[in-house]
């Protein structure tokens, strides 16, 4: 995710998601722009929704198996499996990149007591992702992609718990943008499963940092893949 | 469409809801061990799809009683004095349900659908405690009840907006949690799916007509 200095912001376009974080003009004007002005557009607003999440460890290759066969399972019956892996390889980026940054966070010891449990918690919870995403791809016949290589600015607390706020923020937003497009109920399900831990985190982090639980009101955003992965590119190294 | 404000202390003395250190021990040692693996991944999947099957209406009107409950339930939380950031969620999180409330009853009729109405509920909540026992209970419960349903939706705009909603009371019921001092992830990486059935054991007794 991008900084939200202003400085990132004019270097490179800035993501919805970004945008939606951060600024209640930009959620509005989007919101427009999708046909969503409130609860009587909302029809035109589940129309343009749509989402997806994930993330994984490897401490829970039993979970990620049991995850795997039951996704795998019905994929082949209920849907074209070959979207669903190019979904499924798109949240794998993403929890690899969340995964390693929760764990340059945790080597850099800026949290301690609940804090820290939190952090690393979190981190370990993205790392289940990356194994059940793992699994259910290799269960459905594909390859996983290969793990990209993250940076990320860890300096204090205060900016990468803002930091950390952003991505789990992208990561919901980002399930949430493939979910209709899901085929299989199975991987559907695990998406979704997943979705709402995302949301969690980034919830648990608005607390930290003092930042709105809800930053898009009552009905979350989604963010489509381009979006999601011009925001990322700044953290791949 | 409310933001709020969050009366949280600065990072530096944050004291997460008072989560002990000890208890996240023990729930890591939970995510590494079998335990986690047979009992906490694969129900989400096999519970979602053991949903029987159901009209997008059917499944939207199901969304709606819990949208209803949580509504009145947090409109009759204000009644009790409620003080700080409990107060602060129960009008932000109350007005945020109420809006489901609307967008659903909206989406039941376009899908051809009516909506169902609203019940007389009885929620046993005397004080701030009770208040936010109960609200962890109803949000992560409606968190179960959605990723539990919407396998089963037929239509994608559906089924995205179910999603936004969802994604909504995730962040509910993790706020709240950290504000009783329970985990803000108390089904680790992967929420439950919850069955029809086990939301209405713990909705129901709420439910005193409809």
């Known amino acids: 995710m991008p900084n939200p200095g202003s400085e990132e912001s004019t270097q ?226 | 469409m409310s933001n709020y404000p969050e009366a949280q202390p600065g990072l530096d003395d944050i004291e997460v809801g008072g989560i002990t250190r000890s208890s996240f021990i023990l729930r890591g040692a939970l995510t590494a061990g079998a335990v986690y693996g047979s009992t906490m991944v694969a129900p989400f999947v096999s519970s979602a799809l053991a949903q029987t099957a159901s009209t997008d209406a059917d499944i939207l009107n199901f969304a709606l009683t819990l949208e209803y409950l949580e509504a009145a339930f947090y409109t009759k939380a204000l009644e009790l004095g409620l003080t700080g950031t409990a107060k602060q969620y129960a009008k932000a999180f109350g007005a945020q349900e109420a809006a489901h409330v609307a967008a659903i009853q909206g989406t039941v009729k376009q899908v051809g659908g009516t909506p169902v109405a609203k019940p007389v509920f009885a929620f046993p909540i005397h004080d701030q405690k009770s208040f936010l026992a109960l609200a962890s209970t109803l949000e992560n419960t409606g968190v179960g009840a959605y990723n539990g349903a919407a396998p089963m939706i037929s239509s994608p705009a559906v089924l995205a907006a179910a999603g936004s909603i969802v994604q909504i009371e995730a962040r509910h019921a993790a706020a709240i949690n950290l504000l009783i001092g329970t985990s803000p992830t108390p089904n680790l990486g992967f929420d439950r799916a919850l069955t029809k059935a086990q939301v209405l054991a713990a909705a129901g007794p709420l439910i005193k007509s409809s």
């Open chain 1, 12 to 237: 490179q376009p800035t993501g919805v998601v970004e945008r939606l974080v951060r600024d209640d003009t930009d959620r509005k004007r989007f919101l427009k722009a999708v046909g969503v002005g409130g609860a009587a557009s909302f029809g035109a607003f589940v129309l343009a929704a749509c989402g997806s999440s994930s993330s994984s460890s490897s401490s829970a290759t039993t979970a990620a198996s049991a995850t795997a066969t039951a996704a795998a399972s019905t994929a082949t019956s209920s849907g074209s499996p070959a979207g669903d892996v190019a979904i499924l390889n798109y949240a794998l980026t993403l929890e690899y990149l969340e995964t390693q940054f929760y764990n340059k966070v945790i080597a850099a010891k800026l949290f301690t007591g609940a804090a820290g449990s939190l952090v690393k918690s979190f981190g370990e919870q993205e790392q289940t992702h990356v194994e059940a995403i793992k699994a259910v791809l290799t269960q459905l016949g594909a390859t996983p992609v290969a793990e990209p290589t993250g940076k990320f600015p860890v300096t204090t607390p205060a900016a990468v718990a803002n930091l950390a706020y952003t991505v789990e923020n992208l990561g919901a937003a980002a399930y949430l943008g493939q979910a209709a497009a899901i085929q299989s109920k199975s991987v559907l399900a695990a998406a979704l499963s997943i979705h709402s831990v995302e949301a969690r985190h980034a919830a648990t982090f608005a607390t930290l940092v003092s930042k709105p639980i809800t930053p898009n009101g009552a009905f979350a955003a989604p963010a489509d893949m381009a979006t999601v992965l011009a925001t990322v590119k700044p953290f791949l190294a």
